[in-house]
């Protein structure tokens, strides 16, 4: 007896009609708020990405000097999209000087640098390819996303010089083509 009176009081347009509204709107509700919650995940990934992408990243490695086709350079990279302050550098071991004598302390060579824009390299020091060639270097690069701010960021690792190391004509500079094209000049006109 209740099954017929359900079943005609659904037979009836409008109460049919306001059934479907009633699941209509609550199935809107349901999507509204799934919405809303993929949003917002959506906003919060946004903005962690647009932070984590304007960042400094600073990295050292020693390249090939175009000065010499046996020597190499210290170099400091800003591979990120924001200018690194309060650049710190310790590679251990140390670096020997530009001309080869020992370095004044053996254990570690450090820089520091007050700021490196991004995409930019510093050159900071000058060593002969075959008293590095061999040996494997521990870098720690440091540096602060403002000016004197207490919260630094930092890079450990180890790298080899002969892996920036490429000799040969394809590193030397201009100079060097000029002297190569000098001792030619003279070597043509004794014979």
């Not at 390249?63 to 590679?91: H, W």
């Not at 870098?139 to 450990?156: D, I, K, N, Q, Y």
Request: proline letters at 6%.
């Amino acid at each position: 007896m209740w099954f017929e009176n359900w079943a005609g009081w659904f037979t009836e347009a409008a109460n049919a009609l306001a059934v479907a509204q009633l699941v209509a709107a609550f199935v809107t509700a349901i999507a509204t708020f799934a919405l809303w919650r993929v949003t917002r995940v959506l906003a919060v990934e946004t903005k962690t990405l647009a932070a984590m992408t304007s960042r400094p990243f600073v990295v050292c490695s020693l390249e090939s000097s175009p000065a010499s086709a046996i020597a190499l350079n210290l170099t400091l990279r800003n591979t990120g999209n924001a200018t690194a302050f309060d650049v710190k550098l310790q590679l251990s071991p140390a670096l020997e000087k530009p001309d080869g004598s020992p370095p004044d302390d053996e254990t570690m060579t450090k820089w520091e640098i007050s700021l490196l824009p991004p995409g930019q390299i510093l050159t900071t020091q000058g060593v002969l390819g075959p008293t590095v060639h061999d040996k494997v270097f521990s870098a720690t690069v440091s540096w602060a996303s403002l000016p004197g701010a207490s919260v630094r960021e930092s890079l450990s690792y180890k790298f080899e010089p002969k892996d920036g190391f490429r000799g040969g004509f394809a590193s030397k500079g201009v100079h060097h083509v000029a002297e190569e094209l000098e001792k030619l000049r003279k070597q043509l006109t004794k014979t």
